[in-house]
């Protein structure tokens, strides 16, 4: 191993200080940094308006907010959750990580690395700035479903323009990952033995790129129809309100993956770690990973079992996404046949891993009962889609995020999170996680309508105890806050290795990871899942 | 005494957080189905929990055996094994026969669903933001169907009724035993129609008809709500759906019908202001309302007052035309003469420009409605 052979070199003295850091950052480390914490930010402001809605569900009766502004704090909880907290994080994880774990000097293209992220906050303003507009905000649910949103006012366009500007803004990241994942490897690192976090970003950005434009297309649609005279989504003039939703799921079902499949990479980079063993049935994750994305685009009117659909494109839909489950399983049993018969050490990381596997296997499953069409007559459009779609997206992405910070932190700081605050964080939020969206499967199934301000008597008892559960929630990832803070100013230095079984190549080099790494490529010999067997060379700046 | 005056603290807590547990049954599964295919769906969702949830229990008690186990801590030294094809190809094939089994009964249900031939009545749903209307189309009469009673503006959960937000002023009226057929198409945005117990949901769709069909086994009351969101009052929206016995449902059906004879407006009527005034209240009270506030006041910067309106103490004919053909500027104002009458509307037009602070003193006459009607279509 070469590590001792390489300085590590300060902050080069080039390099622009302050602000001018950040604002013209092109370094993937502090590009990366700026996702991260942008997407944090956004996190809480999503969690405070998903508080507020608690707040008004926790008794029957019309308490605190008018129905129209209840509509549009659930609009804006999942736009700000989905485009500014879910994606910017997994963008922001691929930039600090994968020229680290493929031994690359940075990301491809440097500068529109830069202005993917620079779009962000722009579009994340128009969004939350269209709170204050005559009309307030985007009511018409994250779908933005015509002819509802056609009624709607100046916040309707600001959040069509803020869309187009995340839009274009995760296209260029995801051109940035594909360019860098297929030209940058260092000599060795082949396509079938690069990490799994490697492949599930580099499916995610194809699918980024082949559906954020049909986005943009919807809302453009709807946008000519507010204000050009178009009738796309008018019965009246031609067209078809069914339309919407036809586009609109075609970019929203592979979105779905496109927060899922990260997650899916980092928990296999995690569980080997801990399990100091190597990743079960690398090359059928590969190709699982590939068909789920594949199947992503041929399922999406499963979103629309009650529009009214002829009973083949029923059947249709309904049969592809049942298939979904068999490379979803797939990836399930590879993980836990990774744990199995390993030498497992539960850290932070870890135990979020654990339960990311543990209850995202329980949306996996809900989703399969969701795919039976007949059923789903029932179920569509209720609560019990709500606690579907969040323990795939709260308990699989995010806890897959906290996982990945946990995991990745030492090597991006050089500094070592306090471990009981967060085995306390992990605990805390699974715990108060399933009081808050195991409840929503009964509310669901006895009736209860998603996106209702206010509710018939029988649902009382759960609203409560999800509502109780929510509050906790929020307040538990105060812990997490803290535990970064901390550990950033006091935290004890890292070392170079903090994780015994972690074995691929960001954890080869210094801690911190030195401001440019490999500007010279090192000559590596890779078994799967980027596990490093022999370094040889390789420089950092 | 301290420790008394803590454990009464306590219980006082208690009933804050908790004031309706008591005396309130829980629900933890799909509503008592009441048709033939609300028992499918229930069946075939009972089905799919037991795989499902034994699928779950697997995966779990092997990772739980793992982690017991197979850890550090215990001394287990991990084995480097990674692959093995047979048990790879295994755990691919085996959920994909699982999956076929579930699609047999699956398949089934859906064409149950679909075969909505060989009905015995055919009823047309329409919504509207945010009511709905059912019409009879063999029997040539139809109502409306609005929530009950307002939503307190208190915002107390205390002292609402037993079903709060689930009672309306005229419920959907069937015969037990009948295949009724829904016809379904919306006025404004997309709705939809559900009533857990029949089993039946479907979108509401402007420009498109869509159905459904259900025969209800057993007299009763079915609750349902709107389940797709359609603005402000989606949730206050609701459906009831009373099933009668033949010979109850054949009364009710020709008191309605004998009532919508009697209560068909003569269109020549010239009727006094105050008449007009009173008969427009109540039209105000049930569809302008939502927005426009009993107020007249509005929602200031969603929805404009009517209360010192420039159109509504203006000119007849402005605000004619934007009460029957809807605002260019405003899609949130609907085109109401699709779905007033000449009369109603009349009323509620010579309602708002004598009420609040609005004393214009102006009667319109439903032959002004009529006239304003034609006039645009020639």
Redesign the interface.
Known sequence: MAIADIAVSPLPSHQPHGWRRWLFATNHKDIGSLYLWFSFSMFLTGGVLALCIRAELFHPGMRFFRPELFNQLTTLHGLIMVFGAIMPAFTGLANWMLPLMLGAPDMAFARMNNWSFWLLPPAMAMLLLSFFVPGGAAAGGWTLYAPLSVQMGMGMDLTIFAIHILGISSIMGSINIIVTIFNLRAPGMHMMKMPMFAWASLITAYLIIAVMPVLAGAVTMLLTDRHFGTHFFNAAGGGDPVLYQHVFWFFGHPEVYIMALPAFGIVSQVIPSFARKPLFGYTSMVYATSSIGVLSFMVWAHHMFVTGMPATAQLFFMYATMLIAVPTGVKVFNWVATMWEGSMSFETPMLFAIGFLLLFTIGGLSGVTLSVAAVDVQLHGSYYVVAHFHYVLVAGALFSLFAAIYYWFPKMTGKMYCEGLGKLHFWWSLLWFNVTFFPMHFLGLAGMPRRIPDYALQFTTFNQIASIGAFMFGLGQLIFLYNILHALRAGKPAEQQPWEGAQTLEWQIPTPAPYHSFTEAPELEVFENGVIVTMHGGKHG | MPCLRMSRRIAVASFF??P??QG????????APVTAL?R??YD??SM??LV??S??LL??L??LY??VR????AG?????????TT??II??LV??LI?LL??WP??R??????SSRGEDMTIRVTAYQWKWRYDYLEDHFGFMSHLAAP???????HG?P?????DVDEPLVVPVGSKVRLL?TAN???H?W?V?QL?????A????L??AWFVVDVPGIYR?????????????MPIVVEARTPEDYARWRDARLKQAAASADDPARVWSLAALRERGEKVYGQNCVPCHQVSGKG?P??FPALDGSPVVNGNKAAHINIVVYGSQRN??MQAWGKQLSDTDIAAVISYERNAWGNHTGQIVQPAEIRAARHGAAS
């Not at chain 2, 037993?162 to 689930?166: A, T």
């Not at chain 2, 389940?227 to 206050?236: A, I, R, V």
């Open positions: 957080f908790c309706y547990v309130q049954s829980v629900a933890l599964n799909l509503q609300a499918m769906e075939l969702h799919l929990l499902t949830g699928i779950f995966v779990f092997v990772m793992a982690i197979h850890r550090k801590s287990h030294l991990a084995r480097q094994f990674h692959e093995n048990v790879e755990w691919t959920p994909l999956l579930i699609a699956a398949t249900a859906v064409l149950a669903q679909k939503v307190p503006a208190s915002g107390s959960p609402l037993v079903n709060y937000l689930l379904f404004d945005v997309i939809s559900w857990p089993g039946v949901k479907q979108d769709i402007p420009g498109y869509r159905d349902g709500q709107c389940s797709e969101l359609c603005g402000k009052d989606h949730g206050f929602i910067g969603s899609p949130a």
